[in-house]
């Protein structure tokens, strides 16, 4: 009889499944603006401390906690959105009264948020379908925008931490 215990070693394919799901998720006049980008060893170590760094520079806590939460993860996907107005006329919703005011006054659109909203949803929806442990995190994409791990034009972004294990280590946290 062969015994192994293989779960780890197809998370990442799992995560490809996962990110495909988020750039398949509706955009706003199908304007795709999402970048992902799946970390693992030493970038996932360097987000993680940089995380402990900001929440020690800021005084945030949770940015300390979750960076223990990433450091438990087998790796992160990262989500990010490109700044650009989608152009839509007399739209009004990020608070501009046009997508030129919004650009002069250093705005971002909110289409742009919204967009990636939905694909992070979509792409937790698909973690769900595969049963896979995660947690959206602010702090992880706030530490990814930090050290430009999606490139410089990224201005938003989140981080989902994967985990395969007998006990969730997002739920319980402290």
Known sequence: MLLFNDETNGILEMAR?????????PKGRSIDLLTTAIIDGREKDDLAERMRHIGKRDGLAFFERDAGN???????ILFGSKKQPLGLPNCGFCGFESCQALMQAGGVCAFNSGDLGIA?????????????????????????????????????????????????PFFDRK
């Open 70 to 76: 990433v450091c438990q993860a087998r790796l992160v």
């Open 120 to 168: 992070i949803g979509s792409a937790v929806s698909r973690a769900a379908d595969l049963r896979i442990d995660n947690r959206v995190l602010y702090s992880a994409g706030k530490a990814a925008l930090e050290l430009e791990l999606l490139g410089e034009d990224i201005v938003l972004a989140y981080g989902l931490p994967l985990s395969i294990t007998g006990k969730n």
């Open 17 to 25: 499944s996962i990110c495909a799901a988020a750039r398949t998720a």
